[in-house]
């Protein structure tokens, strides 16, 4: 499912500085009473459980405190581990999460009726303004528009090359990669478990078609890994001259080591994908915490809990005052450029159970 994207030109500027420091002390602003006695029972309740990536760990944790003087209880793990623990305690009506970072996948445990809602938790004016937001809206995954909200969309989905080996410009279609001097020159992340190879995967198959994946994934022998780090430290050190489903974040973090030779390209037959990634929040029905997950909800939405996500994993807002440093432009949605977008009720219902189904019968390794 392709949509047209109409987005202003993400705004980008400098890092923490006196005038983030600034904004961040008042978002609070215009709060009524009744915020101020959520802020105060959550005090009563100890610190709030969440789980999720083990990066935003002690960024998240510190500037959570340094803004309310609540405390986190941070769960980090790997994705399947916390979703398995998040849901199991969810269906039990016990949980003992109250939110969890989650990926796209959120919109299925919203369709079976085991979240709270979080529209219904936004309390602060500098949250609910749409002006504050791309587009003047408060996006939501599920079709209700009431529990998994996206905070923060990028553009993932193009590869990855190494420079010295591809000259840039020379190699802009997703077709070329079929030519033959490319077999056993391309690494992937694994297409077939959930994350950032298997949103590639669906991506391409639903751009170009299976007979397209099994050329690409079988025909051309490629390298499948399950770390992504890995994955782009092979085509900074010249293993593999091209990657699939790359992270922003490693790409960058290797060339802040003085790598010059990692180049994004912009493929001419198909744009890429708009995704959430984990910026996605999850609150389990009776959380444990209510009234400090209220603050961490509100808080997370607001211009310094943005602030913090979208700088440990250099992705965009949808906040239009977030502005962190380093933000590469090949994840910035453009104005009028379409993507396959696949944080939506429809994708994960209709697309994905397909495409799964089909990427895990054609790659049987």
Known sequence: ???????????????????????????????????????????????????????????????????????????????????ARFQQGARAGKPTIDMYFAGGTAVMQAKEGILEPLDSMLMLPG?????????????????????VIIPSEYVHGWPLFDANKIKPGSLTKWKDLLKPEFKGKIAAYDPTVPGPGQAVGMFLASSFGMDFMKQLYVGQDVKLVRNPRQLVEWVARGTYPIALAALATHIEAFKK????????????????????????????????????????????M????????????????????????????????????????????????????????????????
């Open 1 to 83: 499912m392709f949509i047209s994207r109409i987005l202003p030109i993400a705004i980008l500027g400098a890092g923490l500085s006196l005038a983030f420091a600034a904004q961040a002390a008042d978002w609070q602003a215009g709060a009524s009473p009744e915020w101020k006695a959520v802020l105060e029972a959550a005090k009563k309740e100890g610190p709030v459980v969440l789980a999720g990536q083990p990066e935003l760990q002690d960024p998240l944790s510190k500037a959570f405190e340094r803004d309310t003087g609540l405390k986190i209880d941070y769960i980090a793990g790997g994705y399947n581990e916390l979703d």
């Open 127 to 147: 949250v609910t303004d749409t002006k504050n937001w791309i587009g003047g809206f408060i996006k939501y995954e599920d079709n209700a528009k009431k529990h």
């Open 257 to 300: 080591e003085g790598l010059t030779n990692l180049y994004v390209p912009q493929m001419e037959d198909a744009s890429g994908i708009l995704l959430g990634g984990s910026a996605l929040i999850e609150v389990a029905k009776n959380p444990p915490h209510p009234n400090a997950i209220k603050v961490f909800v509100n808080w997370y």
């Open 302 to 365: 607001s211009q310094p809990g943005q602030f913090v996500y979208s700088d440990v994993w250099k992705v965009p807002s949808r906040r239009l005052d977030v502005k962190v440093d380093g933000i590469p432009d090949y994840v910035v949605p453009k104005m009028g450029v379409k993507y396959n977008e696949q944080y939506t009720e429809e994708w994960y219902t209709t697309f994905r159970p397909k495409y799964s189904e089909d990427l895990a019968k054609l790659i049987d390794r």
